[in-house]
């Protein structure tokens, strides 16, 4: 049987989801700078080389670092709320069960 989740209680859900929200607001100002940055970079060492090229790198670089923080604040979201305690494993040990080398 599974326990009552910490985020089934609106206030307590309330509060976790807006510091999320901010955590992803202070992500979103970090990302923007260093891909103004990144591209300063790619400038002063190459030079003009293509439109296309500066789209792409910064694309690359803002989404890759965006999703990352957006997953790491989820897994702050779910440790930090007491989420991950409700789960129910039934794998565990006291329940006779014993991984064993084969």
Avoid: C, Q
């Avoid at 992500?27 to 792409?56: D, E, P």
């Avoid at 779910?78 to 494993?89: F, L, P, Q, R």
């Amino acid at each position: 049987m599974t326990r009552k989740s910490p985020l089934e209680d609106a206030a307590h859900a309330g509060f976790a989801w807006a510091r999320f929200k901010r955590l992803m607001r202070f992500m979103v100002a970090v990302t923007a700078a260093t891909v103004v940055i990144s591209l300063g970079i790619l400038y002063a060492y190459n030079g003009f080389v293509s439109v296309h090229f500066y789209i792409a790198a910064g694309l690359g670089i803002g989404l890759a670092m965006l999703l990352m923080s957006a997953l790491m604040g989820l897994v702050f979201l779910s440790s930090g709320t007491g989420h991950d305690e409700t789960v129910d494993d039934r794998l565990s040990d006291s329940d006779g069960w014993k991984d064993r080398d084969r």
